[in-house]
């Protein structure tokens, strides 16, 4: 089933959330908790390349940075909204 979501900096994604019924997907988030280095294997899990593309524009600072702490707090908010619509 296809959920959308828009987090409060107004960032919105539509995510096919049968791609995260994954035991894959659960060793990743694992990963992650150990070893923040897991992050883009998540994100690639959840979002496709052209919304994570997006993601990173969204983010991207006017020196051209995109933020880790955002990244990460963004990809967090996503996960529990899809969470709360379960």
Do not use: W
Request: glycine share 4%; charged share 35%.
């Amino acid at each position: 089933m296809i959920k959308t979501v828009t987090t409060e900096s107004g960032y919105t994604v539509s995510v096919d959330e049968e791609k995260l019924d994954d035991m894959r997907f659960v060793d990743a988030l694992a990963e992650l908790q150990d070893n923040g280095l897991a992050l883009p294997r998540v994100m690639d899990m959840v979002f496709t390349e052209e919304d994570k593309q997006r993601l990173y524009d969204h983010l991207r600072t006017d020196d051209g940075r995109v933020p880790i702490e955002k990244t990460t707090s963004e990809l967090c908010e996503v996960l529990r909204a899809l969470e709360k619509n379960s």
